[in-house]
């Protein structure tokens, strides 16, 4: 039942798929990529689920069964609608030779996920909007979270969900060039939290320059594992001459 393979060429296992999730109490669907649709040498011209995947996923999804939709690819894969559609989605990548204990830990509650994505997920139009050949960040809409200006993604860098929940608030108590937020554990479980600090450029640099196209940089980041309850604050000392650093063209 289901797919006929990772391409999913045919959609006549499909009935039968969704029937038995019918019968079932909850869903695990398995989609994705493997190294037959990208690898070294063999890119993809597009950054959809290959073939019918995306339908049968929909099919299931809207029984409106507790499901978790597991993706399983080396790249980013856009998946659109299932965004709304599938309850729970777990970005595995390619989790190696333990990827299965690793997934059911996560699944089921016995590990508390606390992954940030180091890619933007955009949608399956970014191949249209921007030029896939291109390898400037800043031509056109641009590329990654620095540049891009196309439609918003899917999941931004740096998204991630736990099962848990944390606030973030000022700390005063740090004067410049220390800088410090307060990070709490205000769920009810242990997990983990990243704080990352990004900076904006100035407004006021040249349209000649390509510096002038950033939206923001990533000039720190760290991942604090916090008990329910628990607090913690991150502290960066600011570097004006590294942390606000720009590029010109010329590489001065």
């Not at 019918?22 to 040498?41: H, N, Q």
């Not at 299931?60 to 989605?89: F, H, M, N, R, Y």
């Not at 996560?106 to 606390?114: C, E, L, M, R």
Request: with cysteine.
């Amino acid at each position: 039942a289901g797919c006929n393979g990772v391409w999913c060429t045919s959609t006549a296992g499909f009935d039968a798929a969704v029937a038995t999730a019918k019968a079932a109490d909850y869903v695990i669907l398995m989609m994705g990529i493997d190294l037959s649709v990208e690898r070294e040498s063999h890119d993809r011209v597009n950054i959809s689920l290959p073939g019918y995947q995306q339908l049968l996923a929909s099919r299931i999804c809207e029984l409106g069964i507790p499901t978790v939709l597991v993706l399983v690819s080396g790249g980013i894969i856009a998946i659109d609608e299932l965004k709304q559609e599938c309850p729970a989605i777990l970005y595995a990548f390619y989790p190696g030779f333990r990827g299965a204990d690793a997934i059911t830990d996560v699944i089921f509650g016995a590990f508390n996920p606390g992954g940030k994505l180091a890619v933007s997920m955009y949608w399956s139009n970014f191949t249209r909007q921007s030029d896939y050949l291109e390898m400037d960040l800043t031509i056109g809409l641009g590329k990654t979270y620095k540049y891009w200006r196309g439609t918003a993604p899917l999941y931004p860098f740096g998204y991630g969900l736990s099962y848990t929940q944390f606030a973030l608030s000022a700390n005063d108590t740090c004067t410049a060039p220390m800088y410090c937020v307060n990070v709490k554990n205000v769920g009810d479980r242990a997990g983990y939290e990243t704080v990352f600090l990004f900076v904006y450029p100035p407004s006021n640099i040249s349209s000649n320059e390509s510096a002038s196209k950033m939206i923001k940089k990533l000039i720190e980041f760290e991942k604090f594992a916090l008990q329910a309850g628990e607090s913690v604050t991150f502290a960066h000392n600011l570097d004006k001459t590294k942390d606000l650093a720009l590029v010109a063209n010329d590489g001065k």
